[in-house]
């Protein structure tokens, strides 16, 4: 009867301490995993404005650039000077004039060259943008799992035990797409679509 009643006892306080450390070791990791969605979450709102600002900017510097070349090389093409009119100055002025504003915008071209980046802002963008994505959803999915094994290790036996005796566990709740339209994907506007 002393075994029975010893291992009885011994068997209530390993029973009893079931749970004590596994419980808040899975709450604290799947409270940890949230973080990590919320700052993910946080480098996109920072992270995407920034970059479509960069992005935009450089268009637009360019855009000025190739519009300033095509300007003036349809102004260049506007002024002709036939063979008739190479005595009269002022004929040969305007075409010179039309003549070196092209020279100009094509010499500012030539050294904004090495410059013009925006097909490569809008790859490092559109690479930014997947890999922020990306990181949203491993960080969702590995809330998801902590969130399990926590909801799993709170409601198994021996544990189950210690979740409701010292903690008084409930079960968290995994990651779910509740926003109207979260199941696509945010549009990027650079402002000059129809």
């Not at 390993?14 to 749970?19: F, K, T």
């Not at 409601?155 to 797409?177: E, M």
């Amino acid at each position: 009867m002393n075994y029975r009643a010893a291992f009885a006892l011994m068997s209530a306080v390993a029973l009893s301490a079931c749970g004590l450390n596994s419980v808040p070791t899975a709450e604290e990791n799947a409270k940890t995993r949230w973080a990590d969605v919320e700052n993910n979450y946080q480098r996109r709102a920072d992270l995407v404005p920034n970059l479509v600002a960069t992005v935009k900017a450089a268009g637009a510097q360019e855009k000025s650039i190739l519009v300033e070349v095509t300007q003036a090389r349809a102004a260049a093409a506007q002024v002709k000077v036939s063979g008739d009119q190479l005595s009269d100055p002022a004929q040969v002025a305007a075409f010179d004039r039309a003549q070196t504003g092209l020279s100009l915008s094509l010499q500012r071209f030539q050294e904004a060259y090495p410059e013009l980046k925006s097909q490569a802002n809008y790859a490092t963008l559109m690479d930014q943008l997947e890999g922020t994505e990306n990181r949203i959803t491993n960080a969702r999915r590995d809330y998801n799992a902590a969130v399990q094994s926590y909801n799993t290790t709170i409601r198994t036996f021996p544990d189950a035990i210690g979740a409701k005796v010292f903690y008084g566990a409930k079960p968290l709740v995994p990651f779910k797409a509740t926003t109207p339209g979260a199941d696509v994907a945010p549009t990027v506007n650079f402002g000059n679509s129809n």
